[in-house]
T-cell receptor, first 113, second 116 residues
Framework: GNSVTQMEGPVTLSEEAFLTINCTYT??????LFWYVQYPGEGLQLLLK?????DKGSNKGFEATYRKETTSFHLEKGSVQVSDSAVYFC????????????FGKGTTLSVSS | GAGVSQSPSNKVTEKGKDVELRCDPI?????LYWYRQRLGQGLEFLIY????????KSGLPSDRFSAERTGESVSTLTIQRTQQEDSAVYLC??????????????FGQGTRLTVV
């Protein structure tokens, strides 16, 4: 079945460091891919998405490219800020089913000044 | 309200008791989802509702779990005869339709259920 695997956390970085959070997926069809973020005390919110191979999603300085050949959707940011401290979830949607999102376990990012 | 609202935010219950969790979706959102997040785990899909169609219950882990939704309004998730393994954060999300690739799913802050 479909699944999402993302790197274990926590990830601890200093401000302005480069961030990569790895995400790989298994899917039978051609899913859409998402990154959700959960800031402390808040609900999950969509960070970015990509709906087909080679698409790049971007938002708030974060980017992720849908790589079908490596079944990956790694999240990157060139210079993190303290305010980026949160839990990040990679997710996929099976477009054939067109219904629920399948989530990874989440990666906690902690950025210090 | 402006967002998805869930209540209660925290619930502690004794093993064997029934609990009811509530979700108020964003007005006008036809699709509503319930997820469960156990400690250290990803979000586990439980059930989704789309308008007046029959709900997709394929993620419900046992017959102790049930959910209702009247039209496009409030949904309740009921867990009967709670067990300790039911302890988790229960998240509700809503979207304009069932195809999340087209519209964004908005999440509530969840209900943290602890079964003692």
């Amino acid at each position: 079945g479909n699944s999402v695997t993302q790197m274990e956390g926590p990830v601890t970085l200093s401000e302005e460091a480069f961030l990569t959070i790895n995400c790989t997926y298994t899917a039978t069809g051609y899913p859409s891919l998402f990154w959700y973020v959960q800031y402390p005390g808040e609900g999950l919110q969509l960070l970015l998405k990509a709906t087909k191979a080679d698409d790049k999603g971007s938002n708030k300085g974060f980017e992720a490219t849908y790589r079908k050949e490596t079944t990956s959707f790694h999240l990157e940011k060139g210079s993190v800020q303290v305010s980026d401290s949160a839990v990040y979830f990679c997710a996929l949607s099976d477009n054939q089913a067109g219904t629920a999102l399948i989530f990874g376990k989440g990666t906690t990012l902690s950025v210090s000044s | 309200g402006a967002g998805v609202s869930q209540s209660p935010s925290n619930k502690v219950t004794e093993k064997g008791k029934d609990v009811e969790l509530r979700c108020d979706p964003i007005s006008g959102h036809t699709a509503l989802y319930w997820y469960r997040q156990r400690l250290g785990q990803g979000l586990e899909f439980l059930i989704y509702f789309q308008g007046n169609s029959a709900p997709d219950k394929s993620g419900l882990p046992s017959d102790r779990f049930s959910a209702e939704r009247t039209g496009e309004s409030v949904s309740t998730l009921t867990i009967q005869r709670t067990q300790q393994e039911d302890s988790a954060v229960y998240l509700c999300a809503s979207s304009m339709d069932s195809f999340v690739v087209r519209t964004e799913a908005f999440f509530g802050q969840g209900t943290r259920l602890t079964v003692v």
